[in-house]
């Protein structure tokens, strides 16, 4: 017989995060949403993950960012075409 053990999934900088923990954690839950409201995807993220105050850790996707870089195009919006996917039918900007 071979034991098994279960390894939770790590979030790098918060080797303590636990998204079984956080998905009961109502408070946090609605904090992350209420900053997702105003477009702070930054803040939003530290919460939800338990990151530091100043994440410096660069995500790595199609591109290399880090989350800062990530809030600052968040904050221009529709500038030169940006989040062009999030249009109602009629072409209006969602918000």
Same mark, same amino acid.
């Given at each position: 017989?071979? +034991?098994?053990?279960?390894? *939770?999934? *790590?979030? #790098?900088? +918060?080797? +303590?995060? #636990?998204?079984?923990?956080?998905? =009961?954690? /109502?408070? !946090?839950? =609605? =904090?992350? *949403?209420? /900053?997702?409201?105003?477009?702070?995807?930054?803040?939003? +993220?530290?919460?939800?993950?338990?990151?530091?105050? !100043?994440?410096?850790?660069?995500? %790595? #996707?199609?591109?290399? &960012?880090?989350?800062?870089?990530?809030? %600052?195009?968040?904050?221009?919006?529709?500038?030169?075409?940006?989040?062009?996917?999030?249009?109602?039918?009629?072409?209006?900007? &969602?918000?």
């Amino acid at each position: 017989m071979s +034991s098994r053990t279960t390894k *939770r999934p *790590r979030c #790098a900088g +918060s080797p +303590s995060f #636990a998204p079984d923990e956080v998905i =009961q954690d /109502l408070p !946090r839950l =609605q =904090q992350a *949403r209420e /900053l997702l409201a105003a477009n702070d995807l930054y803040n939003a +993220s530290r919460v939800l993950l338990g990151l530091p105050e !100043r994440d410096t850790f660069t995500y %790595h #996707a199609m591109t290399s &960012v880090t989350l800062a870089q990530v809030q %600052h195009v968040v904050e221009l919006g529709g500038v030169n075409g940006l989040h062009a996917w999030y249009r109602d039918e009629d072409g209006t900007a &969602v918000r």
